[in-house]
């Protein structure tokens, strides 16, 4: 049971584990033109090294959890940050 902002009720809501999943037009056009430039073949300039946090820096092995609680009474769906943290499970009570 969780507080459903529209009901102004608790009301029971469905639980989903937001992934890092963008629709195409969300993409910048810096990201767009890596895209296009990292087809094909020879170097890619300033595209061929991958980002900076994928191949140095290592300091965090957590990442932050994000869900979308849908209300099951109203169909509204809202995001909630969670903390840091290695392993998240949906637990169905
Ligand atoms: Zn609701």
Redesign the pocket.
């Given at each position: 049971m969780k507080y459903?902002p529209?009901?102004k009720?608790y009301?029971e809501h469905k639980v989903k584990v937001e992934t890092v999943r963008k629709l195409r037009r969300a993409l910048s056009k810096g990201q767009r033109r890596a895209e296009r430039r990292s087809k094909g073949h020879g170097n890619h300039g300033r595209y061929s090294k991958k980002p900076i946090s994928q191949w140095k820096l290592h300091a965090k092995t957590t990442r932050k959890i994000d869900l979308v609680l849908t209300?099951t009474?109203?169909?509204?769906s809202r995001h909630v940050s969670l903390r840091r943290m290695k392993r998240f499970e949906v637990v169905k009570v």
């Open positions: 459903c529209k009901c009720a009301t209300c009474v109203c169909g509204t």
